[in-house]
């Protein structure tokens, strides 16, 4: 179908298409540096052929993403993974590509010290070393203009009894409470729940309930960010999105898909009604003006490291699902659902909803990248351009030394 002929179509439904068209100009998405590096899982790590070592290699790549799809002009850094020594230099450099430095991750979970966990460990003095780094990463932050704090504790315990619930809280929130205190104006920390790994007992920051408790505590600025791998199965996340948005306290995603737990798998390629239905809510936050701070301020990132993909098609073919599920959120003829929903019309409503999951918006896809002077094939346009080719033959492929089970 032509662009012209679906515009018509969803104008005789009393669908607006110029307005999704402006939406989907606003959506941005940052890429993970660590998805561009080698990455793979605790059997193995494959190296892929040109895979990115230094940073400036996963800003050109962040950089290429951004170019074949124009809606990921932001890269998240990983400290100390991507350390560097003049914080402002690189983000001129970044500025030369047409990107900036997004969200800044601290790692708190790959030091011997941290075996017992890292803000809510034991000993005084470990959670002191983590509580520095991660005020490292605030001044990091400021260095390199990034507005938030993105931040996943490996914390928790193995075995019952190993540790005090109680107690852990009480060192999680005295820390979080410095490092509130220390965020510029204008910077937000953003809380990341998972149920399980690397602990298995309990984690410190299990769910998003706990997330939001703890940032209830802190301040405005702490905000609750979903991982869509950091879930039981069955949870509805599109319903924790929407509670956390009425709540003004959804910070942030990391986008990816999963069929047990944190897979990392490429964006909407496992569950894309899930993905759908998750956008369908940030668009009602969007549209509904009284959220504080409205879904607009909402930070979409991928949390995705590959492992047998090619890493930096992976990325674009993720972006490129997220964005086709954006466009469907705001395909749904709003009004009509709501009408649906007020006469208790639970199929009329059901079947509306479903109408945009089912939509063929590759029109509209081609006519926003062709308004803006995009690829209309993305992923198409990355293998025809050789860039892939080209960074295997100039970077070679380094191999670190990985996870994997040590040989017996
Ligand atoms: C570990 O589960 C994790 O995937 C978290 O989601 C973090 O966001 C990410 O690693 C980077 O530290
Ligand atoms: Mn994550």
């Not at 005295?174 to 998972?194: C, F, Q």
Request: proline fraction near 6%; glycine fraction near 8%.
């Amino acid at each position: 179908m032509e662009f012209e002929d679906l515009a018509d179509e969803l104008a005789g439904r009393g669908i607006d298409v110029e307005r999704a068209l402006e939406e989907m100009g606003r959506l941005e998405v940052e890429t993970p540096s660590w998805g561009y590096g080698p990455s793979g899982t605790r059997f193995k790590v494959f190296h892929w052929p040109g895979q990115a070592h230094t940073l400036d290699q996963k800003l050109a790549d962040a950089a290429e993403v951004h170019r074949l799809t124009g809606i990921a002009p932001a890269m998240a850094i990983h400290i100390p993974w991507d350390a560097c020594s003049d914080w402002a230099g690189l983000a001129e450099r970044a500025r030369h590509l047409g990107l900036r430095i997004g969200a800044v991750n601290p790692n708190l979970f790959q030091d011997d010290a941290y075996r017992l966990g890292s803000l809510c460990h034991p000993d005084p003095s470990i959670r002191r070393r983590a509580l520095d780094h991660v005020m490292e990463c605030v001044t990091i932050a400021r260095q390199v203009g990034s507005v938030a704090i993105s931040l996943w504790l490996p914390d928790g315990t193995n075995y019952p009894g190993q540790d005090d619930f109680r107690i852990r809280r009480r060192r999680l929130e005295e820390a979080l409470a410095a490092v509130y205190a220390e965020l510029p104006a204008g910077m937000r920390l953003l809380l990341e729940y998972k149920p399980f790994e690397p602990a298995f007992y309990h984690t410190d920051l299990a769910d998003w309930g706990m997330a939001l408790s703890l940032c209830r505590q802190l301040g405005p600025r702490a905000q609750v960010l979903v991982d869509l791998g950091h879930h039981a199965h069955g949870t509805n996340i599109e319903q924790l999105v929407a509670f956390l948005l009425d709540e003004g306290r959804l910070g942030g995603f990391h986008f990816n898909a999963r069929r047990y737990g944190d897979d990392d798998l490429i964006v909407g390629s496992a569950n894309p009604l899930e993905l759908f239905l998750i956008l369908a809510e940030l668009r009602w936050a969007t549209e509904d003006q009284d959220l504080e701070p409205g879904a607009r301020a909402v930070c979409y990132m991928i949390d995705q490291s590959h492992n047998i993909e090619p890493k930096v098609e992976a990325m674009v073919l993720s972006l490129v699902n997220l964005q086709a599920a954006h466009a469907r959120a705001w395909l749904i003829d709003r009004p009509r659902l709501a009408a649906a929903q007020a006469a208790g019309d639970v199929l009329g409503a059901h079947r509306l909803l479903m109408s945009a999951f089912e939509a063929d918006v590759r029109p509209l896809l081609a006519e926003f990248r062709r308004r803006r002077g995009l690829p209309l094939d993305p992923v198409a346009e990355l293998r025809r351009s050789g860039y892939q080719e080209r960074s295997a033959a100039e970077r070679g492929t380094l191999r670190v030394p990985g996870a994997g089970y040590p040989a017996t």
